[in-house]
């Protein structure tokens, strides 16, 4: 018998947001480590709050919105908010009932900024890392440290030249015949533009670099990773400035971050194979796994000393784990080029897609090790 093509909605429902959501969805154990690290946010959360006055979002949900739009890649907070409207799962996730009103975009963005100014994003990175550690899930002694290029949300032709010191701009860049309007031509061919002397309009943070002399030149940020060799997870995720050393400074820094002054190792590509990092490493008492640059002028800074023990092959095996954090970034966490502008912002997407990688890569590892793992 053909059914009938009609629907009559009941004027009551008990269905619960709950039922909706299958028993096995990855999102299930994900939610709850997740939750476990924001209970222990919760003095942070008072003390950045008043007392009194009109009531805001719950910083709790909104860090689980955040959350999903890395999980599900929503390019944008207005979609994000379009989409919390008629999706159940992701009500489900924030805490939103069926029934509960969906703030709007530009109230999203607005606290999202106070979580900026607070550094929420830093202390729940540092939760998550806390529950890894009291699962035994983080190596002490042994990391690795790369770097990845991040695309910013400024094109070429917001890169002109810097106000000089009488106030006037250096106009040579412009073409008398390009004619006007927001996106007008422009030919800036043969013509010298460096950091020193140009800037981008649209994004002042951003530098223009270019990642081999193979590579065209863009307007971006580097994004910084320390990875341990235990469970290849992130414990330490920064964005800085691109230069020719921000990758070495900013793996210093992150080693420096560390708690406690043992012995330890660090795996890194043939980039950090230079004589001031080698030796940065080694007064930190910081064995360099670095890969051999033996082609390099001057030739390698490590040598037999480094390469012939067993642990060196096995850093240099494990080290090429940190691209799946990378990958899965680019891919899913959109972080191959930023949506937002200024470093701090960028920073901030950053450690929270670093975080995003760290919590599906726990979660899965607690399904697979069984309850015990995940109390």
Not at 70 to 78: L, Q
Not at 133 to 162: C, E, M, N, Y
Not at 272 to 297: I, K
Not at 307 to 317: D, E
């Amino acid at each position: 018998m053909r059914g009938s093509d009609a629907m009559q909605e009941s004027l009551f429902t008990v269905a619960k947001l709950e039922d909706f959501v299958p028993a096995d969805h990855p999102l299930r154990p994900i939610r709850s480590l997740v939750n476990e690290a924001l209970s222990r946010l919760n003095g942070l959360f008072n003390t950045i709050y008043a007392d009194t006055g009109r009531t805001s979002i719950a910083p709790e949900k909104l860090l689980r919105a955040m959350l999903i739009q890395v999980f599900f890649s929503v390019r944008s907070e207005r979609q994000l908010a379009e989409q919390i409207r008629y999706n159940l799962l992701y009500r489900w996730f924030i805490g939103l009932a069926i029934d509960d009103e969906v703030w709007d975009h530009s109230s999203f963005s607005k606290n999202r900024d106070r979580l900026l100014e607070h550094r929420v994003v830093e202390n729940f990175f540092t939760e998550v890392m806390t529950l890894a550690d009291k699962r035994k899930l983080l190596s002490k002694d042994h990391f690795s440290v790369d770097g990845t290029l991040i695309q910013a949300w400024a094109s070429h032709k917001s890169f002109t030249p810097k106000e000089r010191e009488d106030g006037k701009n250096d106009d040579s860049d412009s073409d008398p015949g390009a004619g006007a309007g927001r996106n007008a031509a422009a030919d800036w061919h043969g013509k010298p533009r460096s950091n020193a002397t140009h800037a981008s309009t649209t994004d002042p943070d951003s530098r223009l670099f270019r990642k081999s002399q193979n590579a065209a030149a863009i307007l971006a940020y580097q994004g910084h990773v320390l990875m341990e060799h235990r469970s290849g997870l992130v414990v330490g995720a920064v964005v800085t400035h691109a230069d020719g050393y921000g990758e070495r400074a900013a793996a210093l820094a992150m080693l420096d971050s560390l708690p406690g002054k043992r012995a330890r190792t660090v795996a890194a590509d043939k980039a950090y194979d230079t004589r001031d990092f080698v030796q940065a490493c080694r007064q930190r008492h910081v064995t360099p796994h670095v890969a051999s640059h033996s082609t390099r002028w001057g030739g390698s800074a490590i040598d037999g000393r480094t390469t012939r023990h067993g642990g060196y092959a096995i850093s240099q095996t494990i080290r090429k784990r940190i691209e799946e954090h990378f990958g899965w970034g680019k891919t899913v966490g959109h972080i191959r080029q930023t949506v937002y502008r200024g470093i701090e912002r960028v920073d901030q997407h950053f450690k929270l897609t670093m975080t995003a990688s760290n919590i599906v890569r726990m979660a899965r590892m607690f399904s697979a090790m069984g309850p015990q793992m995940s109390k």
